[in-house]
């Protein structure tokens, strides 16, 4: 597609430093799994994402230990520090990256959690950011007062409900108004926020970005609609370009019937990028870190979470198990990657389709698993990455290292140069803040002088 067929030939590449807890290299074959608690490792990454002008961190959240066959697993990441106190510890030794949290609206209090990232976002200077999540899991819920699952409906109803609030407090603090200024003071300058029947106040003055960026993780059309009419970023599943372009067609749309313009949300989806001298260097690397990823003890857990039982003595390189799966075992509760609550079905699908295709254990499980990766040269990989942004399929990535803490060093040294060659990267943050430097409106709910603060009225 020649430059000027693009539909928008001079948008952008926002990439986010992101670290999930699927299996993955960087936490598999870091020097000891101690370094995601090591903050030294963080400040590196972090730092080095800065000097590449990535546009935010990107956490993503998962509040519990996660279990395999009845016991506390370590095939995913163990454990994860509070995100709100690591990002307060990052603000601290960066200038203008953004930090945008992932918390949940299910098993959180709005006043609790306004407070927390308003502080994060105050002490930031601007750069705080809000992945509005709703988590569609009971074993999470075990870990809180409120407990047990909530359903699919329930969860969207409570998140609309939990952010009119969290945004009210935000908005209840008029700007410019400063402690000890007699404007302040007076009775009444402060508003109360009202929900159901209890009052709430703001504790903070809003950051010079207004309030926190926000963003969304769910993809039903429930949670699509959720994220066109509240969210300013989503954060996407879909990489594989054609799905790409789809979904945002498909969220252009559900924005525009929300009264607001198609332009007005960044879509992130995730992704690792592998870069190499040639074609064939970047793909021997590409295969390297996906067989540091899947040693043979993570392939098999994926198909004991189906099975419901140990096949140590299974061997990965041979076909799937001949029994059928251990059903009574096996609920969705089990928390480990691919579980699912189907067993015998999953079972027949997954034994289908490994005769048809002729593979192995190992080899179905990597397939199951391969996502859309961007491996090649650093010129190759800017110039497909050019053709995402300006076809509109994607605005930003939200990049996994491959390793820790030196994972973002070769796409900040080598990508972002090409990046920038090709007009499609910025060459200096545009401001301080995290919604200027994302090109955002004010958020919506602050668009509209004298916006509502109470979300709900007093009752009697
Ligand atoms: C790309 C993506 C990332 C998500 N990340 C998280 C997360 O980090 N923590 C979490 O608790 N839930 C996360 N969720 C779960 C969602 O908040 C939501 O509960 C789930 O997707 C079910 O809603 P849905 O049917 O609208 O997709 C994520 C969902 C998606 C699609």
Redo the contacts with the bound molecule.
């Keep these: 597609m020649a430059a000027q067929e693009y539909a928008r030939p001079h948008a952008r590449l926002h990439l986010a430093g992101f670290f999930g807890f699927g299996p993955a290299y960087v936490w598999s074959r870091a020097p000891s799994n101690d370094v995601y608690y090591d903050f030294a490792a963080w400040r590196r990454l972090a730092q080095t994402a800065e000097r590449g002008l990535f546009s935010t961190l990107f956490l ?3 509040q519990r230990l996660r279990e395999h066959l009845g016991r506390i697993t370590d095939h995913s990441v163990t454990g994860r520090p509070d995100q709100l106190v690591l990002f307060a510890h990052l603000a601290a030794v960066t200038e203008r990256i953004g930090l945008v949290a ?1 918390l ?1 609206t299910t098993f959180t209090d709005p006043a609790d959690l306004a407070r927390r990232l308003a502080t994060v976002d105050v002490l930031s200077g601007g750069r705080a950011g809000w992945n509005v ?4 899991n009971d074993w ?1 819920g075990e870990n809180f007062r409120r407990g047990g699952d909530v359903g ?1 409906a329930d ?1 969207y109803r409570h998140a609309a409900e939990h952010l009119a609030t969290v945004e009210a407090l935000w908005a209840a603090w008029p700007d410019g108004a400063v402690p000890g200024d007699d404007t302040w003071s007076v009775p009444g300058a402060l508003e109360r926020v009202v929900r159901g029947v209890r009052r709430a106040w703001p504790s903070l003055p809003p950051s010079p970005q207004g309030q926190p960026v926000l963003f969304q ?4 059309p ?2 699509r609609d959720f994220a066109a009419r509240h969210a300013e970023g989503i ?3 879909y990489l594989q370009f054609d799905a790409a372009l789809e979904f945002a067609a498909d969220l252009r749309r559900r924005l525009v019937a929300a009264g607001r313009p198609d332009d007005d949300l960044r879509i992130f989806p995730a992704t690792r990028i592998v870069l190499g001298d040639t074609e064939s260097d970047a793909g021997e690397r590409a295969r390297w870190f996906r067989d540091a990823t899947w040693s043979d003890r993570r392939v098999r857990a994926v198909v004991e979470a189906v099975w419901g039982h140990d096949l140590t003595d299974h061997p990965v390189d041979g076909p799937l198990p001949a029994t059928d799966p251990v059903v009574a075992t096996q609920t969705i509760t089990h928390g480990v990657v691919n579980t699912s609550d189907r067993p015998l079905r999953t079972a027949a699908a997954w034994r289908e389709l490994a005769e048809a295709r002729g593979f192995t254990m190992r080899e179905l499980v990597l397939h199951l698993n391969d996502t859309v990766e961007f491996v090649g040269t650093p010129s190759s990989v800017a110039d497909e990455l050019a053709r995402y942004v300006r076809a509109g399929a994607i605005d930003g990535l939200n990049l996994q290292p491959n390793s820790v803490p030196d994972g973002f060093d070769d796409v900040v040294d080598r990508l972002v140069p090409a990046l920038q060659d090709r007009g499609v990267y910025r060459t200096a943050y545009e401001g301080t803040t995290l919604r200027h430097n994302l090109g955002l409106r004010p958020a919506v709910a602050r668009r509209h002088a004298g916006h509502t603060v109470t979300t709900r009225e007093e009752s009697a």
């Design positions: 993503g959240d998962s992932t949940n999540v709703t988590t569609d999470t699919h969860r993780a769910g993809e039903s429930e949670g954060f996407s599943r």
